[in-house]
């Protein structure tokens, strides 16, 4: 794996997520898999910062600290952004709502 050997074995195999879990281990499996060494799954996770909102739960989004573009961006999107921030739910925007911003984007054609 690209972060390095891991045990063999697993407690969960054949894990399946539909994308509304907000842990893996909400989603389903079966007990027992077969991971190798060389199998490890590995994250690279980046800040998200809501900006330009009156509230901490509302912003422009911003991931590595550049923007998020709202090409395609629609209510699933906002939704899952709202669960990686820890809240149950949210409702998205566009054009800029909460302000104008930066011109270079992280992600454009979220869907």
């Known amino acids: 794996s690209r972060f390095g050997a891991i045990p063999f074995g697993s407690l969960m195999g054949n894990v399946s997520c539909g994308g509304s879990e907000k842990s893996l281990f909400d989603c389903s499996f079966e007990p027992n898999g077969n991971c190798n060494s060389d199998n490890g799954a590995g994250v690279i996770c980046a800040p998200l910062r809501l900006r330009g909102g009156s509230f901490p739960s509302e912003g422009n ?45 992280f992600m454009d054609n979220v869907t």
Do not use: R
């Open 61 to 105: 989004l911003f991931v590595n600290f550049k923007t998020v573009c709202d090409t395609e961006w629609d209510a699933k999107d906002a939704t899952v952004t709202c669960h990686m921030l820890g809240y149950s739910s949210g409702v998205h925007k566009s054009n800029s709502t909460f302000g104008p911003i930066p011109l270079e984007s």
